[in-house]
C-alpha cells in the first residue's frame, strides 16, 4: 500500500523548501508520494509547483492555492491549474482574512473544483474563520467535493470536528500537527477510513507525524487506510 502525504509546502515564502527536499525527507522513511502546494503568506504563486513535479514526477502530487481575495484573477487561476493537471485545491482562511464558507469569494473555487474533480485541503485548526463548523457548511453545499480539514479542528474544537466529519461522507480529518491524545480518540472514534495522514512540512516533526500514526492505528489495514489508501483513492491513484 502506498504510504502518501497528504500535506507539504513547497517553493518560498514562510521557509524555503524545494522539491528535492521534500523527496529527499521522504526517502528517510520511505514515503512513496507527498501532496505539495504553495506557502499562503502574503503573495503567492503556483509556478514552482509543476518544475518540482517535472523532477520527481512519481513522487510529487500538484495542488495550487489562489487567495479568494483576488476574485478577479482566482478562480481563473484555479482553472488553469486544473488544465495544467494540478489534482487539487489548498485554502489557509486565516492567513488569507476569508470565512470559508463565503458565498462570493469560496463557492466559485469549490464549483471549479467539482468539474475537474479534485480534492481541497483547508487550514483547519480552531479559528474563527476556519472553524470546523465553516467545513461542515461546506461540506453540506458541496456534497461532491471532498474536502479535508487540515490539523483536525485542534486545538479546542478536534471532539466537534470528528462529530461533523461523522456527519458529512465528503469531510476527511488530515492528523498533521495533532498531539498524540486527540490522533488516538479521532482514529478510534472516526475509523480509519476518513483520518489522512499529513505532515505540514516542513514545519514538523517529519520522524513523529509518521510514529504517531504507527503508534495509534490499531490493525495494519488501518494505518494503511489512513497513511495513503484514503488519499489514493479520492486522486484515483
Ligand atoms: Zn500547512
Redesign the pocket.
Known amino acids: 500500500m502506498l504510504k502518501i502525504d497528504a ?1 507539504s ?1 513547497a517553493g518560498e515564502g514562510a521557509a524555503k523548501w524545494s522539491g528535492q527536499q521534500v523527496v529527499d525527507r521522504m526517502d528517510t522513511i520511505g514515503v512513496d508520494k507527498t501532496v505539495i502546494f504553495p506557502f499562503t503568506e502574503g503573495f503567492f504563486h503556483n509556478e514552482d509547483i509543476p518544475k518540482y513535479v517535472a523532477e520527481n514526477p512519481d513522487r510529487l502530487i500538484p495542488f495550487c492555492s489562489v487567495n479568494p481575495w483576488n476574485f478577479h484573477t482566482a478562480a481563473d487561476e484555479l482553472e488553469k491549474c486544473y488544465k495544467e493537471g494540478f489534482k487539487g485545491l489548498k485554502l489557509h482562511p486565516t492567513l488569507c482574512g476569508f470565512r470559508l464558507s463565503d458565498h462570493k469569494l469560496v463557492d466559485p473555487l469549490f464549483e471549479i473544483t467539482q468539474t475537474y474533480g479534485g480534492v481541497i485541503i483547508v ?1 483547519g485548526s480552531a479559528d474563527l474563520y476556519n472553524c470546523p463548523l465553516e467545513f461542515d457548511r461546506m461540506a453540506r453545499r458541496f456534497p461532491k467535493v471532498p474536502l479535508l480539514m ?1 490539523h483536525c479542528g485542534f486545538f479546542w474544537e478536534w471532539e466537534l470536528a470528528i462529530e461533523l466529519a461523522m456527519e458529512n461522507d465528503n469531510l476527511y480529518l488530515e492528523t498533521s500537527r495533532v498531539p498524540g491524545f486527540e490522533t488516538s480518540k479521532i482514529i478510534e472514534k472516526l475509523g480509519a477510513e476518513k483520518v489522512i495522514w499529513g505532515t ?1 512540512g516542513p514545519f514538523c516533526d517529519y520522524e513523529w507525524e509518521y510514529k504517531k500514526i504507527e503508534r495509534y492505528a490499531k490493525t495494519e489495514h488501518d494505518f494503511d487506510m489512513i497513511m495513503g489508501g484514503n488519499i489514493a483513492n479520492l486522486l484515483k491513484l
Do not use: G, K, R, S
Open positions: 500535506h509546502h487550514h487540515a505540514d
